[in-house]
């Protein structure tokens, strides 16, 4: 369960990891950085575990490394899940593809790893991929392995007995790779194969992230039996000067209407989302458009931007995301990795690290334009105690702290009223491809017209230290700007934290809705939020100092000029579920 040897280089200060390969050429090792490794931690994992900030009722083993998703899927009423795991230690290293089950995608049991490096293909590694049902309801795994060449390789692995409901073991074929990078593919930039659909021209397809320089790319496959795969001439869509394509995804939504559709779907009333993880940006980036099935092309429309400006399933720490069709309620569910912002140390102290936001059920939005997120249905069997606020009004400077719950462990749904826009700002275009600046410079504690006003989250009782989520709203030439943002610079008092403001835009009509909606899930160092009804979600990793367990506060506040009121604030204590107890082999 090694890894090659390699340099790494860290990423914003922060040792996240996904990847980083190396790569011969003029007999010089040339490296792609992405991460920082450490190996003198990779397999040190503490007697005891800090539990103090670790997440409640976000995805996560009891202890050790986790990031990516990986082929996750439904299965005769279960649903699986597979993620990257170090059962070593709490940084990235020795990692295996970890599998839990669920029946509710909120409870969850532990199995013992299904794919782990054993073989000349992935003897250097088992990356991320994805998992497709075939006819006959017959699982298969595509994966990224690493050979003894050091090329990243597309491998495939079956269950060993499709009788065993759980798929406790998975085998692969000698026969692997099934995908090798040919002629003309860069082998150290070919990785994360999706989910494969069923073309109208009777063959499997699926697509592979790579680059070639600094090309953005897509490469196509097609296989008629699932094992013998064709590399398409084009590929299914690429883009110049972005850089490599991690975790692609590709899949159909539907163009009216909130139900999932099951990845082969295609015709009338169908439009497409094509997903990447940029590895220059650290962030994701999707586009909706048309999948021309007969071309096996695709084009984003010209709503859509196609670089770093473009639309993103989450403004904040969110990566390698992966989605799944749910055929159980024909829904579309959305998992993302939420990685540390602490140091690698202090994660080897406390001894786990990275959980995976709430499943989002997935769908377009009205307009066409964009998705729309929101947790799963499910989640809400967890909420308990609840209590309601209506119709107070938050003057300019004013505060309202919300009481008579544990909110460090809570779901806070609170929507607002704005009565006047006459005091809004007016907006500086210089940001409009940059909200993230934009929040950096206008924090919460920067006094606005309307707002900074939003949310005070793992509070300490005297708000020195906070988390703040909030809206601001800005006078544009042709239109109003809400700008949604994630404060967490007074987070903490621990040197050691990155603490980067999260910001996008809601697309929303202020004008026609005086309103606007927050929810906001707290999970002790998770704050995940949801603006516009699910429009814009930002997540962040955040560790309070003194705003832990029963000292964390709550609070509504408003930072601007003009006057707000909480037409509703519902806000429910989170109860804890399962969640990978113990291994069941």
Not at 82 to 96: A, E, K, L, M, T
Not at 263 to 285: C, F, I, M, P, Q
Request: aromatic fraction near 14%; hydrophobic fraction near 35%; charge should be neutral.
């Amino acid at each position: 369960m090694g890894s090659p040897n390699r340099v790494w280089t860290a990423w914003l200060f922060v040792a996240c990891a996904h990847w980083c390969f190396c790569s011969m050429a003029r007999n010089k090792m040339f490296v792609e950085p992405s991460h920082v490794v450490y190996e003198e931690l990779q397999s040190v994992s503490p007697a005891l575990v800090n539990d103090e900030l670790k997440p409640r009722y976000h995805f996560r083993p009891p202890r050790n490394w986790l990031n990516d998703p990986n082929g996750p899927m439904y299965y005769k009423g279960i649903y699986h899940f597979f993620y990257q795991y170090n059962p070593y230690g709490s940084v990235w290293g020795n990692i295996v593809w970890a599998h839990s089950i669920s029946t509710d995608l909120i409870n969850w049991k532990a199995l013992a790893p299904a794919i782990y490096p054993s073989e000349p293909f992935d003897i250097y590694g088992c990356w991320s991929g994805s998992a497709t049902v075939l006819p006959g309801d017959k699982p298969v795994i595509l994966y990224t392995g690493v050979d003894p060449e050091q090329r990243q390789v597309q491998n495939i692995a079956f269950p060993a007995n499709l009788s065993d409901p759980y798929l406790r073991e998975w085998t692969k074929p000698d026969y692997n790779p099934v995908i090798p990078p040919e002629l003309g593919v860069n082998a150290s930039a070919f990785r994360d194969p999706t989910t494969a659909w069923y073309a109208p021209n009777k063959h499997w397809t699926l697509v592979v992230g790579s680059k070639r320089d600094r090309r953005g790319m897509a490469i196509l496959y097609r296989s008629k039996d699932f094992v013998h795969w064709i590399k398409a001439k084009h590929p299914l869509h690429s883009f110049k000067d972005i850089g490599m394509w991690e975790c692609p995804d590709f899949f159909p939504v539907a163009a009216k209407g909130r139900q999932g559709l099951e990845t082969s779907e295609y015709g009338d009333g169908v439009k497409h989302v094509l997903k990447v993880s940029l590895d220059a940006t650290r962030y994701e980036y999707y586009t909706v458009g048309k999948y021309y099935h007969h071309m096996d092309k695709y084009v984003p429309d010209v709503t859509s931007s196609d670089d770093h400006t473009g639309l993103r399933y989450d403004y904040g720490n969110f990566y390698a995301s992966k989605t799944f069709y749910d055929p159980a309620k024909k829904r579309r569910i959305l998992w993302g990795w939420a990685n540390e912002s602490d140091s690698a140390y202090t994660d080897k102290d406390k001894g786990w690290a990275g959980v995976q936001a709430i499943p989002r059920s997935l769908w377009l939005d009205d307009s066409g334009r964009q998705l729309v997120q929101w947790p799963i249905e499910e989640f809400e069997t967890l909420r308990d105690k609840h209590i309601i606020v209506k119709n107070k009004n938050i003057p300019s400077g004013g505060f309202l702290e919300v009481q008579d719950i544990q909110t460090a462990q809570a779901d806070v749904e609170v929507t607002f009223d704005v009565a006047s826009l006459e005091k809004a700002e007016v907006f500086d275009p210089y940001y409009v491809d940059d909200a993230q600046a934009f929040c950096a410079k206008k924090t919460a504690e920067t006094k606005g017209g309307v707002g900074p006003f939003g949310l005070l989250v793992l509070a300490s009782a005297n708000r020195e230290e906070r988390t703040a989520v909030f809206f601001r709203i800005f006078k544009a030439q042709s239109k109003y700007m809400v700008l949604m943002c994630h404060d967490p610079t007074r987070s903490s008092k621990r040197e050691s934290t990155y603490k980067p403001t999260f910001a996008g835009f809601v697309d929303i009509d202020i004008t026609k809705t005086r309103k606007i909606s927050l929810r906001s899930l707290i999970d002790h160092s998770v704050v995940e939020s949801f603006g516009g009804g699910g429009k814009t979600c930002i997540t962040s990793r955040v560790y309070p100092s003194v705003a832990i367990g029963e000292n964390a506060h709550l609070f509504v506040f408003n930072n601007g000029a003009q006057d707000v009121k909480v037409s509703e604030l519902n806000a429910w204590e989170i109860t804890e579920p399962e969640m990978n107890d113990e291994i069941i082999y």
